[in-house]
């Protein structure tokens, strides 16, 4: 079946501009996660969904990051007035559910901040 | 906080065997997964280790000890496809946040 996948895989926009990222999650899965990966460095989570509980924002790094997850599926990480810091690959996962341990991830959306 | 260290690269032979170790600070563990990241790839899951002991899956096997915050996982029969990033993560209470550690890079030779 088809896995998570991620609009666009490649963004590069200019510092302070606002920039969207769209993940679908596999079909069925009510969790969804977003993470981000700097070069050569390990996953940093940002955002947890489940179902229609309120999400884990615990890691996101400023306001200027926000998320959205529309209807329990598609879900769309918003980064606003966009810094050279925050060029990464921001990874997108999802699960079956709440006690579901196996994550499946998207290929990712590399962002560049020029 | 949470904390995870693992070894940031290891180099091994074809059809060695290797272990990658994860030692961990947290509070509220409640588990510890592997993943596999090739270069330019997504993270793919491995195993899982709530409870102590080894848990086998064909070539790779995972280990955890919770009384001594460390798990490791062993790759047997190494292959030339092996050769990629592995990050353990640990999962916090039971609310399915994990923490990642910041990976290690196996090098496979011939």
């Known amino acids: 079946g088809a896995g998570v996948s991620q609009s666009p895989s490649n963004k590069v926009t200019e510092k302070g501009k606002d920039v969207e990222l769209r993940c679908d999650p596999i079909?069925?899965?009510?969790?969804l996660y977003w993470y981000r990966q700097s070069l050569g460095q390990g996953l940093e989570f940002l955002i947890y969904?489940?179902?229609?509980?309120?999400?884990?924002k615990s890691g996101l790094p400023s306001d200027r990051f926000s998320a959205e997850r529309t209807g329990g599926s598609v879900s769309t990480l918003t980064i606003q007035r966009t810094q050279q810091e925050d060029s990464a690959v921001y990874l997108c996962?999802?699960?079956?559910?709440?006690?579901?341990?196996?994550?499946?991830f998207g290929p990712g959306t590399r962002l560049t901040v020029t | 906080g949470q904390s995870l260290e693992q070894p940031s690269e290891v180099t091994a032979v074809e059809g060695a065997i290797v272990q990658i170790n994860c030692t961990y600070q947290t509070s509220g563990f409640y588990g510890l997964s592997w993943y596999q990241q090739h270069d330019g790839g997504a993270p793919t899951f491995l195993s899982y280790n709530a409870l102590d002991g080894l848990e086998e899956t064909g070539r790779f096997s995972s280990f955890l000890s919770r009384s001594d915050s460390y798990g490791y996982l062993l790759l047997q029969e190494l292959q030339m496809k092996d050769s990629a990033s592995y990050f353990c993560?640990?999962?916090?209470?039971?609310?399915?946040?994990?923490?990642f550690g910041s990976g290690t890079k196996l090098n496979v030779k011939p």
């Open positions: 079909s069925g899965h009510t969790a």
């Open positions: 969904f489940q179902g229609n509980s309120a999400p884990d």
């Open positions: 993560a640990v999962r916090i209470g039971n609310f399915n946040k994990f923490y």
């Open positions: 996962a999802s699960s079956l559910g709440p006690s579901s341990y196996e994550q499946y």
